[in-house]
């Protein structure tokens, strides 16, 4: 798979981590920035990164900043992008198992990088579900997006 990655300066200390874990797992990555600890705008990368995986130039994304919030609050306004901030097993599981989540987003300030790269991994291991009822309900959701 490829996997875009973005962090702003909150989430710069944690992306390192991420990309390894996502080599480790043998995946392809898209580094689409930032490359330093420089103030910049987490929108930006959140957008480039939401962009990239609707678009499908990349299977899924990865976004790191301080708390996950911004991230995921801006990569969702892009249509085809569901991102979920996720920062434990469990949550990456059913974002990704029951909510189709084709982005996750993690908090470098909030998450231990142990913890989040266990999240990434699990993230990166599970499919979307074929049950009918999860399928039904992510339709409603890109249903949602066509009304706007």
Excluded: W
């Amino acid at each position: 798979m490829k996997i875009a990655i973005g962090c702003d300066h909150g989430g710069f200390s944690l992306k390192s981590e991420v990309i390894g874990v996502i080599e480790s797992l043998g995946h392809e990555v898209v580094d689409l920035g930032t490359c330093s600890l420089e103030p910049v705008d987490y929108v930006d990368f959140a957008v480039s990164v939401a962009e990239t995986v609707a678009s499908g130039q990349a299977d899924l994304g990865v976004l790191t900043c301080g708390t996950g919030i911004g991230m995921s609050i801006a990569a969702n306004k892009i249509t085809g992008a569901y991102a979920a901030r996720a920062e434990d097993c469990y949550s990456a599981r059913m974002a990704r198992l029951h909510n189709g989540a084709n982005i996750l987003c993690i908090g470098a300030r909030t998450t231990g990088p142990e913890l989040a790269k266990e999240a990434l991994r699990t993230f990166l291991t599970t499919e979307p579900s074929p049950d009918e009822r999860h399928a039904r309900r992510r339709a409603k959701i890109r249903a949602l997006e066509a009304t706007k």
